[in-house]
């Protein structure tokens, strides 16, 4: 369905404010936007690079995206990557970082993050990955980390933190496990956490859980209105890849048999967008 600056008639999907940025929607779009309280919607449709600079918008709500860090003039758009069957994305090199709107993670507790990318050859060779993070106003990182370890650290694998950056406050999937993609995959991240009972699960091209941990604390931060997603490190670290899609719920949709029925047929559907076997 082709968008051009008029509103997607769907709930929780809206397309760009400027004319200039073209959005279509795919079927996963479609079934991501039939789950209620879409919060964040991050397509590379919606995003443009001209020679005077980035414009990007939030598919929900039209506000405007924020490159930050001192790569941040690298990051691209490809129209037809076949990584993704064709599909747009958008390279993420190392140290930028891509910012969803101020308040878009504002007083979060539970979630669920969905994310479709590819990672780069030189980041599963390097050090820390870090994929996607809620940052308070100040910069900081506060909350949901979900970082890629490279064959430089001891433990290489996939690390997902809900509500702090270290201890064993965390999943580690172990890259030795063989359950976690290669270089130019594309794959599907699944991050479900569900603060009251503090149960984070992480599926990886499914709706079923790959991992399962209840944690020892519930959430307690961001409390800033302004807090916001970032895709990337934003500071100096390994280079995330490519990014297809990012949708964020406010709740834990694997807290009910409703809500893991909308992850099933979202997942299903983009695999089959993307040629995900």
Known sequence: MPIYGQSIVLPGVTAAASSG???DMTQGDIAAAMIPDLMTCLMPESVRIT?????????TDSRQLVISGVNSG??????QDETFDGHASITMPNASGLDMPAGSAGGLESYTAVIVMAHSADGLAAGENRILSIINPNGDSVALTIRRFGAQLASPGLAITPYSTGGTNRILILESGGTLPEADEATIYVVDWANGAKNLRVGINSSVASAQQTLASAFSAPT??????RMGPSVAGAAVGRIARLYVWPRSLMSSSVGTQQLTDLVAALRSTYGID
Do not use: H, P, T
């Open 21 to 23: 940025v073209r959005s």
């Open 51 to 59: 020679a005077s600079g980035f414009e990007g918008f939030d598919a």
């Open 224 to 229: 800033d209105a302004n807090a916001r997603w």
């Open 74 to 79: 690298l990051i691209a758009r490809n129209d």
